[in-house]
């Protein structure tokens, strides 16, 4: 309700239909069609958890559960005979229904604690996937048929995932919901005392971000054709996902897409050149984020407009005035 | 006399501490009530309780007929019981336009997105606040801030409104623009039940006065009468010494 | 399965679990206690720590019971430099701040590991890693046995410490009540530093320790981190001697546990404790450390 809907929306749309122009005019180039695909890929989940870690508050580390889960309800339908594409809404209904049994109980927590459970939560599902293995193939993984259509289309799918999330997210900034859930993060108690439904807001959130997460756990499990607990179920799923919303900027609309572009860049570089310091990276990246500028690049992007215009702003002057004091 | 506010036998137990013990009264429509009591009397428990922040052990609390506690705040403030905090708590990082909206768009019921703008800035303008409505909240005056937290509140449209301790901490002028406020809130129709340490203002302001002590009602009547009663000056002073 | 003698034998085991657990939950509930942070990097210091151990057994044949003593006064100075360095700047904008900042310290942690050490699994034999003792007529590994000696005599220690040594007065003080704290004059800023030291240099300890029991690598750690949480979450943080109350639960809870089920389940218990535990105390232990303390 604060924000405007059609800006960001206009400027989304123009950015994917140029975008979409790719596997038309490059159709062999593999490497950059699987280099979109991934990305938008972060893309969606990125800006899908930033709709509970960022404009609630509420930071999990355990949507690897969802991504998992929406991968594996992908694979066993397709392993089944369905068509991929079809499978991808049953996916996201599966790890939604999952982030209510789990959201109910543990959104009631305070902040940190609700993290430390969503640690919980996402490890205890790995590893009861990997003992599974009568549905999940165990540790072996389940393979899955070959019959996939070409790079273009996965680009393709993957850039309509990565518009609707950030559609989602834009129209969730917009409107009331979302005001509602700005207000619980500021102030939980405050915020249920006037009149904000806060554990209905705080689960229909995560709901919501985690099918977006479920469908792409889909996504990816077709274009991998291959399942397996440790990657889908895997901890590195989960907390690449928190990076992405605080590099780009925790609670921004934009902030998660240029999160999503930078870590896949980062991640990319380092798979090549030095594979194993990309812990290293994040970790660094993490720590002198937190030091320094917590809301991320959407913050170092504002410390620089006030710099370089220093009047503009509403209450900008006050702000100030009121930090000095 | 109709009742706003009905409580039957609301106790509150923590472990072996009655903070309220079996406080049953009637709060008149259109009426300031004041509440008053020395410091861990059960007041603030009381409020949260009727608020639904608490739940009562035992008792219950009735609005507009229906039982209202063991609902969660939220629909207690939709329904039309609002609670202001002693230690208020404003959205830091939004305006004062911002705060208020947030309760105008919450508070009581549907509202069209059209009207709740208008209505925002009718309450700034309401409280006092019209000048400050695009300044951060964290810029505000303590006096700024205690209005922006009445503000709020009345943009959820409440029938009852509960104000905890919102003249502690004014200057002389400032509780005098304060007095002004609510009597005017008064007049609007809004019940008001306040808990009040200032003594000269809740005297002028209230119509009727509850006195609390560990927990229980122990005086009940209008402010002159109960100011003088023997418990009510023994619960602030302690026991007459015999000298 | 469910024989007596089992049955007590599983018991035997659990009891000398419950004293490792104890020991290494011991850091995470210092920190936790007067900090009221969570420590992320805990996972990290009890892996540098076992990686410190093989070094030291490796290049001077320093047994690793020898090696955790020596890791107290390394990770003690290690953990103060951070806290100033890096804990005490968090901006407290975020909640979570401090969190996720450590949990970067975490993830900095394993990668130097992995980058020294390689990603393989190591383990420390030593000439006694094969022996077992009789006792009562059940074979108790002495591995096992040496390990809760030791845990439970530096519990003791540490217990005196705390209730006799002005430090250890002042931190519990903070951990019962930090405004209290403030306002009789403990300087909380030394006394998170004083914490943040200990905190890191027990978990360094029980790191020492756990490679008499477990081979390691640097994604070691986790599993252990999630545990130590669980028992401070199940054990109540009034004093700390409810960190021993919530080892015990959590391993004779585990242990037993593997009677009915897989083994490699065994680690979903403490997470289901974990959830189980945050969600019923009353309001998650949260509650009784947020702002309005009612």
Redesign the interface.
């Known amino acids: ?2 924000t405007s809907l059609r800006a960001p929306l206009l400027l989304a749309a123009a950015l994917a239909a140029g975008l979409a122009a790719l596997p038309f005019l490059a159709p062999h180039d593999i490497t950059l069609l699987n280099l979109g695909f991934l990305t938008f890929l972060y893309v969606a989940q990125g800006v899908a958890w930033n709709i509970l870690g960022g404009f609630a ?1 509420y ?1 999990s580390f355990g949507y690897a559960a969802f991504f998992g889960l929406g991968a594996y309800t992908t694979a066993l339908l397709w392993l089944g005979g369905w068509t991929p594409a079809l499978t991808y809404p049953v996916a996201g209904l599966a790890a939604a229904a999952f982030s209510l049994v789990v959201g109910v ?2 959104l ?6 609700f ?3 969503t ?3 996402g ?2 599902m790995r ?2 996937m ?2 599974l293995d009568r549905i999940t193939g165990g540790a072996s993984g389940l393979n899955l048929p070959t019959a996939v259509p070409s790079k273009g289309w996965f680009y393709l799918m993957a850039l309509l995932f990565a518009g609707l999330s950030f559609a989602t997210a834009a129209v969730v900034r917009a409107s ?1 919901f979302g ?2 859930l ?2 619980l993060r ?2 939980l ?11 209905l807001f705080k689960n229909i959130a995560h709901a919501l971000s985690a099918f977006i997460v479920g469908a792409c756990g889909g996504l990816y499990a077709t274009y991998l054709q291959f399942v397996h607990p440790d990657t889908v179920f895997g ?1 590195t799923a989960s ?1 690449s996902l ?1 990076l992405i919303a ?1 590099i780009g900027g ?1 609670g921004t609309l934009w902030g998660p897409v240029v999160g999503a572009v930078i870590f896949y860049a980062v991640q990319d570089y380092l798979q090549t050149r030095y594979p ?5 990276a ?6 002198l984020i ?2 320094f500028e ?1 809301r991320g690049l959407a913050g170092l992007a504002a410390r620089l407009r006030r710099t370089v215009f220093p009047a503009a702003g ?2 900008a002057a ?2 100030r ?2 930090r000095a ?1 | 006399m109709t009742a706003a506010l009905t409580l039957d036998g609301v106790t509150k137990r923590f472990g072996g501490l009655h903070a309220v013990h079996d406080v049953s009264v009637a709060i008149a429509e259109h009426e300031i009530t004041g509440l008053i009591g020395p410091n861990g009397a059960g007041k603030t428990t009381l409020f949260r309780i009727i ?1 639904g ?1 608490t739940r009562p052990s035992w008792g219950r609390v009735m609005f507009a007929g229906r039982e209202i506690s063991g609902r ?4 207690v ?2 329904l039309g019981v ?2 202001t ?1 002693q230690i208020v ?1 404003p ?5 004062v336009l ?1 705060n208020v ?3 105008a ?4 019921g549907g509202r069209r ?1 059209d009207t ?1 703008h208008a209505e925002a800035e009718g309450i700034l303008k309401f409280t006092g606040l019209a000048g400050r409505g ?3 909240a ?2 505000l005056t303590l006096a700024e801030r205690k209005r922006l937290e009445i503000a ?2 009345l ?2 449209r409440p029938a009852v409104l509960l104000l905890d301790e919102v003249l502690a901490g004014l200057n002389p002028a400032e509780t005098e623009q304060a007095v002004g406020l609510v009597r005017e809130i008064s007049a609007g129709g809004v019940t008001i039940l306040m808990i009040e340490h200032v003594m000269r203002a809740m005297m002028a302001l209230a119509d009727r006065v509850l006195v609390l002590n560990y927990g229980r009602l122990i005086a009940d009547g209008p402010p002159a009468e109960v100011a003088s009663l023997p418990q009510v000056i023994e619960a602030y002073l302690g026991q007459r010494l015999e000298v | 399965m469910f024989s007596a003698q089992n049955l007590v034998s599983v018991g035997i085991a659990a009891l000398l679990t419950a004293g490792l657990y104890a020991i290494m939950s011991y850091g995470l509930a210092i920190i936790y206690g007067v900090m009221r942070v ?1 420590n992320l990097s805990h996972a990290g210091f009890l892996m540098l720590g076992a990686f410190m151990t093989l070094v030291y057994f490796q290049r001077w044949h320093l047994d690793p019971v020898l090696g955790a003593f020596v890791n107290l006064p390394l990770f003690f100075a290690l953990g103060w430099l951070l806290h100033r360095l ?1 804990v005490r ?3 407290t ?5 401090s ?3 450590l ?10 590991a ?2 020294i050490w390689g990603g393989e699994d190591q383990s420390i034999i030593t000439a006694y890693t094969y022996k077992a003792l009789s006792l009562f007529g059940f074979r108790v590994p002495v591995t096992r046995l040496i390990v809760f000696a030791v845990a439970l005599s530096v519990l003791a220690v540490l217990h005196f410490l705390l209730g006799h040594t002005y430090l250890g007065k002042a931190l519990r003080a903070t951990v019962q009540d930090p405004t209290a704290g403030l306002l009789v004059g403990i300087d909380t800023d030394r006394i998170s530093a004083l914490a943040f030291g200990l905190g890191t240099a027990f978990a360094a300890f029980a790191g020492g320790l756990l490679t008499l029991l477990f081979s390691f690598n640097p994604d070691f750690g ?2 252990f981190q ?1 545990k130590s ?2 028992i401070i979450v199940l054990g109540g943080l009034e004093n700390l001697a409810g960190v021993a109350a919530g080892a015990a639960i959590l391993a004779f809870a585990e242990s037993y546990a593997v009677l009915f089920m ?1 083994a ?2 065994q ?2 218990v ?3 404790l ?2 189980v535990a ?2 019923v105390i009353p ?5 009784l450390f ?1 702002q ?1 303390r009612s």
Do not use: K
């Open positions: 309700m604060l508050g930071i109980p543990t009631r927590l305070v902040g940190p604690y993290s430390i459970a640690i919980g939560v490890e205890a590893i009861l990997l003992n009331q005001l509602g700005m207000a500021l102030d108690e405050a915020a249920e005392g006037l009149g904000v439904p806060t554990a901890f907390i928190v605080l925790l194993t310091f990309h812990l290293l994040y970790g660094v990246l993490l720590i937190l030091l917590p509403p209450g006050e702000a005035a009121g004091r | 608020s922040v969660s705040p939220h629909h403030c939709r609002c609670l905090h708590r959205f830091t990082d939004l305006s911002e909206t947030v309760a768009a919450f508070g009581s997105r709740i695009g300044a951060p964290s810029v709020r509140a943009a959820t | 969570i890096l700047r968090v901006v904008s975020l909640p979570v701040a969190l996720l900042l949990f970067g310290l975490w993830l900095v942690i394993q990668n130097l992995l980058a986790g599993s999630l949480f669980t897989r490699s389940l680690n979903v403490a997470y289901a974990l959830v945050l969600i309001g998650g232990i949260g509650s947020s309005n």
